[in-house]
């Protein structure tokens, strides 16, 4: 035999010369060209298609690779090649990983690995921490508090919140329930709630009429005499009453009236002067 290598390493071609002899030594020859090829592919087998989350690696070490076996050349070369396309929303997207398998004679077989990105995590969302202001206080989140979230694949999430308010004991009372929402660009949410008391603690400010000195003909009547005036924090009209003590004096017709004014408010609280 007589063997020239190939094109690759597992091609050659033999030249094998037979002889013929005879039992006196009389021989004759012929040839035989004997072509060694490789033209089988590689038989490749894909990883798995495979869905990941946004943060994790695409990275075959986290996503699998492709293995190859080969009639001839004991190490095929495995390589991939990645087209990847948009989902439907910024952190989602679609991996179409194509391995190839080539031995050293050019014969490549390929295989087709999906690798959906996805993003299904909610963001992490934190309550500013339940209060208690009074009725002329700013219920707005500047004055109140506003909620923070933090998510796996987003780097701002949407943060929005919602009121649903309940009457109190008194018109100037009332109990917000604020509802905070977190979004990401997946539209992926998670809540939590804070209540917020709006409390009216405070009495109305009064001012009494100055103390006054009549004649018996006179009437007592605040018409005559004066009426206390209030105003409250909260209630535009507080309501003003009074109440008399009277003390005779040292004839029938002479008297002291200690005359207590009271201002109220809606929700009860109030105040007095003399």
């Not at 021989?27 to 298609?49: G, H, K, L, Y």
């Amino acid at each position: 035999d007589i063997i020239t290598g190939g094109a690759c390493p597992q091609e050659r071609t033999i030249t094998r010369t037979w002889v013929a002899t005879d039992d006196c030594g009389n021989s004759s020859t012929c040839t035989q060209t004997i072509f060694v090829d490789d033209s089988s592919a590689p038989i490749i087998t894909c990883p798995t298609s495979i869905t990941v989350q946004c943060t994790a690696s695409t990275a075959p070490a986290n996503t699998g690779t492709a293995t190859a076996t080969d009639n001839c050349d004991t190490s095929p070369t495995v390589t991939f090649s990645d087209v990847t396309a948009g989902g439907a929303c910024p952190q989602e997207r679609t991996i179409t990983r194509t391995w190839s398998a080539a031995d050293d004679c050019g014969n490549v077989s390929t295989c087709v690995q999906t690798i959906i990105v996805d993003d299904s995590v909610a963001p992490v969302i934190s309550c500013p921490s339940n209060v208690t202001i009074l009725c002329t206080a700013s219920t707005a989140p500047a004055n109140t508090g506003t909620a923070t979230a933090t998510d796996n694949c987003d780097a701002s999430p949407t943060v929005t919140f919602t009121d649903a308010t309940v009457a109190g004991g008194c018109p100037q009372e009332s109990t917000i329930n604020r509802t905070w929402l977190a979004t990401d660009d997946c539209g992926n949410s998670s809540t939590c709630v804070q209540t917020i008391l709006v409390e009216d603690n405070l009495p109305p400010a009064i001012t009494c009429p100055v103390n006054v000195t009549i004649e018996c003909t006179q009437s007592t009547l605040p018409a005559s005499t004066g009426t206390a005036t209030a105003t409250d924090n909260c209630a535009t009209n507080p309501v003003v009453t009074f109440n008399d003590v009277v003390v005779l004096g040292e004839c029938p017709l002479l008297e002291t009236i200690t005359r207590t004014w009271t201002a109220t408010d809606g929700c009860g609280n109030s105040t007095q002067c003399v």
